[in-house]
């Protein structure tokens, strides 16, 4: 079954997320891999967003881009893997495998942990109020994707993959209720005055090195484990 193009972009955002995600922006190349086919692509970054050429985009995928009055209308085909195979429930010779259905909601609550913490991080290094009210949105629409992908989980690597996803919902729980302590006590202005006091942060590293492992373990169907992630 094709990914819908939010989870599609979600998980390409994921794929380049790096120690740079709050640094200053830049451009520079990466691989992008999109339903099994690989290429290489221009990638900026700008505000904790990765940006992607929507027609280099296309072309990697081997999808079509057209422009229509004020619609951009991307197309992109189905992976490899065939429908009936797609929606074929896990056997015995695949249950140590990810589900492809775990796959999907797990990229997805990978994607909301991340839209969760970029903005925070962002208005936190340039000083800006954080609303709570907005924080506890954004952490509301991870343990709901967090709640779909344990709903998702059928399989042992399944259950397996779902702890480490936990685990990196619960850092950056962490971090974000330490970050808005901090700044209710004013006591954030050590992320202000420095360009890295945030990006070196251990329990930032930590949350960035575990997101940077989840992504691509989750796209290639296989169980694994990275310290980053306990």
């Known amino acids: 079954m094709p990914y819908n193009l939010r989870a599609l972009l979600a ?4 794929l380049l997320i790096s120690e740079s995600t709050w640094a200053q ?3 520079q190349t990466e691989t992008l891999v999109i339903n099994g086919e690989t290429g290489r ?4 970054r700008v505000d904790g967003h990765t940006y992607v050429d929507l027609e280099t985009l ?9 422009f229509k009055a004020s619609r951009i209308v991307l197309n992109l085909p189905p992976s490899t893997a065939s429908t009936s195979e797609a929606l074929a429930p896990p056997t015995q010779a695949d249950a140590s495998g990810l589900s492809r259905d775990f796959m999907r909601a797990g990229m997805e609550a990978i994607a909301l942990m991340r839209e969760w913490a970029s903005p925070l991080a962002y208005a936190i290094q340039n000083g800006y109020p954080v609303a709570e009210n907005s924080v506890a949105g954004y952490r509301d629409q991870a343990e709901q994707g967090l709640r779909l992908a344990s709903v998702a989980a059928v399989t042992d690597a399944d259950r397996g993959a779902l702890q480490l996803l936990t685990n ?6 962490e971090w974000s209720s330490k970050l ?3 700044r209710k006590s004013m006591n954030a202005a050590q992320y202000v005055m420095s360009a890295t006091a945030l990006r070196d ?11 940077r492992f989840l992504a691509p373990m989750l796209a290639s169907g296989n169980i694994q484990d990275d310290p980053s992630c306990h």
């Open 58 to 66: 296309a072309h990697i995928a081997k999808g079509s881009l057209s």
């Open 201 to 211: 942060d251990p329990l930032s590293q930590k949350i960035v090195a575990c997101g």
């Open 180 to 182: 808005v302590e901090a």
């Open 168 to 173: 990196e919902f619960e850092a950056v729980k």
């Open 25 to 27: 922006p830049k451009q």
């Open 11 to 14: 998980f390409l955002a994921l």
């Open 41 to 44: 692509a221009a990638v900026v």
